[in-house]
């Protein structure tokens, strides 16, 4: 059982302690891996920001600590990214 909730650590606690869910991010097209926010932002914030279920991400995130291996590929994103799509003045 995990000591603390996958929700309530930040992104790069999640990848330092289970590097296998780095592949996830990579699949999922989540920029998250070396990004300076990762230490500031949980799944909440990454999968709100990229358009993505949360309950999925977090699913996905789970079967690859409990696997040891990342899902092979994302699901359709609820809403483009906000910097897609010409985004600006």
Known sequence: MRQRSIDDMSLEQIM?????TV????NWR?????????????????????????????????AAIDTGAASAAAPPRRHPRSAEGGAGP
């Open 23 to 26: 592949g996830v991010f990579v």
């Open 16 to 20: 330092t302690r289970w590097p296998q």
């Open 30 to 62: 989540l920029h998250c891996v070396g990004c300076p926010i990762a230490d500031f932002h949980q799944l909440a914030d990454s999968a709100e920001e990229h358009g993505y279920d949360l309950a999925e991400l977090r699913q996905a995130i789970e």
